[in-house]
């Protein structure tokens, strides 16, 4: 890949990977619009490559979040167990659908994924303002294994259509109906994250619709990134970097569905 290009997705591969770790969000939200507007990569090879982008920044941030203690396996166990095989098939429904249908592929794939980074953004800024909180509870309620199931898959097919929106609506429904602590809701969010888009990069990969020429300079400027958001995620308020972060994916899917 020429430098310059290189240089660019090093540092969005560094500020993306930051904020992921900060804040449990930014990969495909963030990532997904510079594949599309700053390397004009086709939708669904953005896609693609934001998911396999994704899936080995958050196993790093992942790793660190374990070492702390911020994530707990059960609860990210029992989502799994709906949102894997949830992108698992919206993926494939993607692919398959792009290779037959060039109109859906230019115009649909997008203001799908148009539509994802408005609610995400949406949801972000409700959190930031204060709109969206979670109960008051005297001690920690996590969902059961059933509605985890259910939230997992709605999470999933969000992930495998369009690589945004799965870590972000987990966690407002999170947020909304149970009492989790926010070091321990973003560690599950960044873990659980790994594993979605892990299973959701496969039929991408399988159908050659993955970048690999700009990955190498994404993860360069990421893993370090992602590692330093997980290392200061328990000191810094994360308050007015989702409310930055909700205006520009908001202006983002603006953006996609208006172009």
Avoid: C
Avoid at 160 to 177: E, M
């Amino acid at each position: 890949m020429e430098m310059a290009l290189g240089l660019p997705a090093l540092a969005a591969g560094l500020g993306i990977g930051f904020v992921l770790g900060l804040t449990g969000m930014g990969g495909g939200a963030l990532m997904l619009p510079f594949l599309l507007w700053v390397l004009r990569l086709s939708p669904v090879v953005a896609v693609g490559t934001d998911l396999v982008f994704t899936t080995v920044t958050r196993l790093v941030g992942a790793v660190q979040h374990r070492r702390q203690k911020t994530v707990w396996l059960r609860p990210v166990f029992y989502l799994a167990l709906g949102s894997l095989p949830g992108a698992w098939l919206g993926a494939w429904w993607v692919v398959h659908r792009a290779a037959s249908d060039n109109r859906w592929l230019e115009v649909g794939l997008p203001r799908l994924i148009g539509l994802m980074l408005m609610l995400v953004g949406g949801i972000t800024l409700g959190r930031s303002l204060g709109w969206l909180h979670a109960p008051e509870l005297k001690k920690e309620r996590w969902p059961s294994a059933r509605a985890a199931w259910f939230i997992g898959f709605g999470g999933g097919l969000a992930v495998g259509t369009t690589s945004v929106g799965g870590g972000t609506l987990i966690a407002a429904v999170f947020l909304l109906l149970y009492a989790v602590p926010p070091q321990h809701l973003v560690g599950l969010d960044v873990l659980h994250g790994a594993l979605l888009s892990g299973a959701a990069m496969l039929p991408y990969i399988w159908k050659g619709q993955v970048s690999w020429a700009v990955l190498p300079w994404l993860w360069l400027g990421a893993l370090p990134g992602v590692w330093l958001g997980s290392r200061l995620v328990a000191r810094l308020p994360a308050r007015k970097v989702h409310l930055v972060l909700g205006i520009l994916v908001l202006l983002a899917g603006l953006r996609l569905l208006w172009p």
